[in-house]
């Protein structure tokens, strides 16, 4: 008797577990239908009806293939009647900045463009932001930083430590450098800082243009300065001071209908189905999680130290 109440045991236990693992199966498998149903279709989902588009652009300011091509569908779709540019970045490469920057008066010659700054718009990506026909920012975000800057570390006095000497052989005194295996000549700096004013000269001419300001005005801003949102405002950095609601009402005041859905275009890109952009975020929410704006090295901010070349970055 003893052995077949364990018998009863044993499989009610058995019972237990199986139900346990077939529910965890079909949990599992209902979170993967939902990943994978973003996945492949939420960038596509906004795309249906009239709508105003909306589109991120955080962090580190790269060359962005992906970006581009979300802008150029957004201007190419015929149910998207206006655009919010959601900004909050420091800053990047200022040959990033300018490629999005081309991108961004392409669609706003064609739709009405609204940029809204979040924290942060700085260096290339207030660059961006100029790009926009009106600017919204919030009363404490921080703008400006109007600029180009090249920075190279000098490792000399760790190579003489360590007892490293560098040899090389070259066609000309400029070729590769500045270099941090040599200290920089006033020959060196002469050529870079060449490069840099020049960068900076574009610069400032486009903020001029596009703010309707001489160019004595924005070289009194374009200092290296930043601004809280009520300062670019008196500066005439900003149009209005507010957030995604002035945004709109602005657009309405271009024809677009302020009663229309507000639809974010999400990255789509999937260069790697576990890590990629659209993956994290839907995992993230699926899951209860902070939602995941890009890859782990990029929300550390790891990404800024491989910027190369002309940098227009508030903090490198």
Do not use: C
């Not at 009239?50 to 300011?61: L, N, Q």
């Not at 420091?90 to 940029?115: N, Q």
């Not at 999400?266 to 975020?281: I, P, V």
């Amino acid at each position: 008797m003893a052995s077949r109440a364990d018998d009863l045991i044993d499989r009610r236990r058995l019972r237990r577990k199986l139900t346990f693992w077939r529910v965890a199966a079909i949990g599992l498998v209902a979170i993967g239908v939902a990943v994978l149903a973003s996945w492949f279709y939420g960038g596509e989902l906004g795309e249906a009806g009239d709508h105003i588009a909306k589109v991120r652009i955080e962090g580190t300011i790269i060359e962005d293939d992906e970006l581009v091509e979300r802008l150029e569908k957004i201007r190419k779709a015929p149910h998207v009647k206006g655009v919010i540019l959601a900004i909050d970045s420091p800053g990047g490469t200022t040959a990033g900045g300018e490629m999005i920057f081309d991108e961004i008066r392409k669609l706003a010659s064609e739709k009405p463009v609204a940029a809204q700054v979040g924290t942060l718009a700085a260096s290339a990506g207030y660059m961006i932001a100029s790009a926009a026909d009106h600017i919204v920012a919030r009363k404490s975000s921080i703008v400006g930083s109007i600029g180009v800057l090249v920075q190279f570390p000098d490792v000399t006095g760790l190579m003489d430590k360590l007892g490293i000497k560098l040899e090389e052989v070259k066609s000309s005194p400029l070729k590769a450098e500045p270099s941090p295996f040599n200290p920089t000549t006033e020959e060196e700096r002469t050529m870079v800082r060449k490069l840099i004013l020049d960068s900076y000269d574009w610069f400032v001419g486009i903020v001029a243009e596009r703010r309707s300001m001489t160019r004595p005005q924005v070289l009194a801003l374009a200092d290296g300065s930043i601004f809280t949102g009520r300062q670019a405002l008196t500066n005439k950095l900003v149009d209005a001071v507010g957030g995604e609601d002035e945004a709109v009402a602005w657009l309405a005041t271009k024809g677009v209908d302020a009663k229309l859905n507000v639809v974010e275009w999400k990255s789509t890109e999937r260069s790697g189905f576990l890590f990629s952009k659209a993956m994290t975020r839907t995992l993230s929410r699926v899951l209860g999680l902070p939602d995941a704006s890009g890859d782990l090295l990029r929300e550390l901010g790891a990404d800024r130290l491989f910027l190369d070349g002309l940098v227009s970055v508030w903090h490198p």
